[in-house]
């Protein structure tokens, strides 16, 4: 199982850039049966529910969202959704997101909506898994085949998903002209193609810092707006493959407190996407007061010196989260491999069969979904 998982998580993120440019192509088509659903209300926000790397990928589609649709855009656990955050009104479009499509809590979400009258729209990578029995209307997102837990391709091509969708939307509304939709696909075909680039990008700052990397004892992953769900998806990512403690924070925020526990020995990263980049640039240098492994992962020309990694992607800040994804999944692959961390402790399989996440039906061990 080891080296499948160490093999197949690399090749989902060398798929990635295809499976986008096929999306993209095949945008109006794939966002359809969703679009359907969201032309029959009068909606005023969205609702989001779902976990894991398809709650983080959510986030880096949010801002982007906001943007176009219009619209407010809250996202939600199943668990919270369930227990104390239902209060959806004919004003809210709910859905509800499994990549897999056997997380028992967003089966019970689906459960849930149908009670309050409405109808349960599922979206997941697997239109054949349990999620079918438990959604009105289920909607193939495009990931394609990805049977590692780990995701990779997933929570980059849902977060494409739902841009998608959102332009597809708001060209129906009347809320943008298709010349400015046309403009933005482009932007997105150039982010698929730029996103192979940083896959070597990355490699190549991986090599020069693989002693800082190989030692790394925890993690924060700070990002702001769109690469907000960048720093979210980066800090699992780094905490479930590398297994040592993981955080992510706003960039700011991380100011207030997190920051307070740092010593030389503490692995920090920053993400800067063009918005704010003054800012975190000079949080950056902050905490290189501190540890040597502080880490600035930007796009902004000419800003280049030790720890930083600057990247080739002229696109909307609300984008890049598309380009700087793989940053992220590409360290945690060549850190855990190098360091021979695939295998999991054997009390884990004890703990997933007391409190078990995904209908019996599911097999694998490794999941964030």
């Known amino acids: 199982?080891?080296?499948?998982?160490?093999?197949?998580?690399?090749?989902?993120?060398?798929?990635?850039?295809?499976?986008?440019?096929?999306?993209?192509?095949?945008?109006?088509?794939?966002?359809?049966?969703?679009?359907?659903?969201?032309?029959?209300?009068?909606?005023?926000?969205?609702?989001?529910?779902?976990?894991?790397?398809?709650?983080?990928?959510?986030?880096?589609?949010?801002?982007?969202?906001?943007?176009?649709?219009?619209?407010?855009?809250?996202?939600?656990?199943?668990?919270?959704?369930?227990?104390?955050?239902?209060?959806?009104?004919?004003?809210?479009?709910?859905?509800?997101?499994?990549?897999?499509?056997?997380?028992?809590?967003?089966?019970?979400?689906?459960?849930?909506?149908?009670?309050?009258?409405?109808?349960?729209?599922?979206?997941?990578?697997?239109?054949?898994?349990?999620?079918?029995?438990?959604?009105?209307?289920?909607?193939?997102?495009?990931?394609?085949?990805?049977?590692?837990?780990?995701?990779?391709?997933?929570?980059?091509?849902?977060?494409?998903?739902?841009?998608?969708?959102?332009?597809?939307?708001?060209?129906?509304?009347?809320?943008?002209?298709?010349?400015?939709?046309?403009?933005?696909?482009?932007?997105?075909?150039?982010?698929?193609?730029?996103?192979?680039?940083?896959?070597?990008?990355?490699?190549?700052?991986?090599e020069d810092h693989y002693k800082e990397f190989t030692s790394m004892v925890n993690a924060y992953v700070c990002g702001c707006g769109a690469n907000y769900g960048t720093a979210l998806e980066g800090a699992l990512k780094l905490g479930e493959t590398v297994k040592i403690p993981s955080v992510a924070y706003e960039s700011e925020e991380f100011l207030h407190g997190p920051n307070l526990q740092m010593t030389p020995g503490y692995t920090v990263f920053l993400i800067d996407g063009g918005n704010s980049s003054s800012r975190i640039q000079t949080i950056f240098k902050a905490c290189r007061e501190v540890t040597d492994k502080a880490f600035l992962i930007t796009n902004q020309p000419g800003y280049t010196g030790e720890g930083i990694l600057n990247l080739p992607v002229e696109l909307p800040e609300l984008l890049t989260p598309l380009c700087f994804l793989p940053f992220f999944q590409i360290l945690a692959y060549q850190a855990t491999t190098a360091l021979n961390r695939w295998k999991q402790h054997p009390l884990l399989k004890k703990m997933k069969d007391t409190a078990a996440c995904k209908t019996e039906n599911y097999e694998s061990l490794d999941d964030d979904d």
């Open 1 to 206: 199982m080891n080296e499948k998982i160490k093999e197949t998580m690399m090749t989902y993120v060398e798929e990635s850039p295809e499976v986008m440019l096929h999306n993209i192509k095949n945008r109006k088509e794939l966002t359809a049966p969703l679009i359907a659903e969201y032309e029959k209300g009068d909606y005023g926000t969205v609702w989001i529910v779902a976990s894991g790397s398809s709650y983080n990928g959510s986030y880096c589609a949010r801002q982007f969202m906001r943007k176009y649709l219009k619209s407010e855009v809250k996202i939600i656990s199943p668990f919270t959704f369930l227990c104390s955050e239902h209060d959806f009104t004919e004003r809210d479009f709910v859905f509800v997101v499994s990549q897999s499509g056997y997380s028992t809590n967003s089966i019970d979400a689906l459960k849930m909506i149908r009670e309050h009258g409405r109808t349960s729209i599922g979206i997941t990578g697997s239109i054949s898994s349990d999620m079918k029995d438990y959604a009105d209307v289920l909607i193939d997102y495009g990931v394609g085949v990805e049977t590692v837990g780990y995701v990779t391709k997933g929570v980059t091509s849902f977060a494409l998903f739902l841009m998608l969708f959102s332009i597809e939307a708001a060209v129906r509304k009347g809320l943008m002209r298709e010349d400015e939709a046309e403009s933005v696909y482009r932007d997105m075909e150039k982010a698929a193609r730029i996103h192979e680039t940083v896959q070597k990008e990355t490699m190549k700052f991986y």
